[in-house]
């Protein structure tokens, strides 16, 4: 593995690669795209250089390796197509591919947890929505027909609701469709209900541990049976626990009783217990709490023996979990591997909400270094709040850590995420976004004056849309509104593609983006940073962007 010298340019340190998340550049360019109506000199500086320096990359389905071009990109295959220069058919393409062939029910996971399915119980725990970033409805009762027709007697479902990655207010509806597919199940002879449930900002799918508290509250409603809230039927349960204004993200944790009282669900010694997200981040914590033995993150209280399997293997350096239903895609050779096998150094900094994705995800799913010495990793603690309450995140912070690296000339690249676009456009605030996005703008600009001072290079990028689109739109593109007239605010990301700005004081004069890529994509922008560190990007890299 072995990186030859670029032609033309130098091996000048610093180099920059900033990536700020969740900010595209949408064909909306209204009073509901953030990006658009926030004041960001920086980059339309950067814009205004022209197209020898600034262009778009496409960051959503096929390109990034989904399974269709109606996949919004998300922050996983953003950063996992960044970070390898690789377009992988991902989690949710092989999810699909398994359940077409039926693989996924002669594999091994499966035999592991299909010695359950006559005399216990199978308790399915996931994202019950459609928005393909974390799980999918089809592939959900996909498996669970599987189980069905495999001898499954009794399920359970634990249910997250979305509003994140689908409009808020749909939670209903998937719980109507899966109420009803259960009670097929029932039909059929299987004893299936939800047993119970929350928010997926609430419970359970917390990530990178910023807030364990969030599992904790989980694992208490899934495995014990204990919640705040206690239903007899769950689609009663999410509209009291919406009544007061919660959006599905916040559904406070609920659980399902019997006429006697007594939880219906709660996870049992030798009871089987898949997790049906294929995405990592947000479900490691809870993998941990089902999967190890030795576990101090909270008490448990109890401790089932269970056979435990992800739809995915979510970790691959950790191996967790041990048992899964799909195997995960192989991202080898990343450019992290790259260039540490080449001896060159690298910084990688975000707040925890984004720490994984520039660390994790991009190094193809690896929580590991490649090597410890040449590789730092700086994580600022977020903030546990809803962000639209904090828009600014905490960018200043970012910037500091990353003007630093920037500064202590070890580094060979230094490379930012900034969360808040996609974090605070997530909680579908327009004002804040604005803020959001302001503020990235600020930071950047702070990042490329120390560039220039130092007379380093840069490369500023985004992973997906967010910020670029805060409300549902009708074919047409105008902007849906509710029964009382309100906007319906859109707290997805978007289709969208992202920018891509190159420059620098040791960029080479006649250096430019070359022009017969017009549907290069993420994966595109990896070689184009190696060029930018003075080499020769490996060939097994989609091409750079640079002629
Ligand atoms: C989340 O997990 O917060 C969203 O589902 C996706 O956001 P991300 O892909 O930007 O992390
Ligand atoms: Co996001």
Redesign the pocket.
Known sequence: MELHPHPTIPQKKPVLVCIL??WGENEYEDEHNAVHVAKTPTMDALKAKGQSFYRTVQAHGTAVGLPTDADM??????HNALGAGKVIAQGASLVDIALETKNMFSDAGWGYIKPAFANNTLHVIG?LSD?G??SRTDQIFGLMRGALADGCKKLRLHVLT?G??VPDGTSHEYMAKLVAELDSYTAQGCDAKVASGGG??AVT?D?YEADWGMVERGWRAHVLGDAPHKFKCPKEALTELKKDGATDQYVAPFVIVGDDGEAVGTIQDDDAVVICNF?A??VVEISKAFEYADFDSFDRVRFPKTKFVGLMQYDGDLKLPANYLVPPPLIERTSGEWLAKNGLKTFACSET??FG?VTFFWNGNRSGYFNENLETYVEIPSDNVPFNQAPLMKAREITAAGKEALLSGKYDVVRINYANP??VG?TGDMAATVAACEECDACVKELLDLVEELGGMFLVTA??G?ADDMVQRDKKGGALKDDSGALLALT??TLAPVPVAIGGPALPTGVKFRDDLPKAGLANVTATYINLMGYEAPAEMEPSLIA
Not at 73 to 78: I, K, T
């Open positions: 998340d969740g990109g998300n922050s996983e295959v953003g994202l928005g970033v974390h979305d994140r990655d997926r900002m799918m990530r995405r981040d947000r909400q984004k994705h996609d974090m997530h992973d997906h967010n997805s990301h």
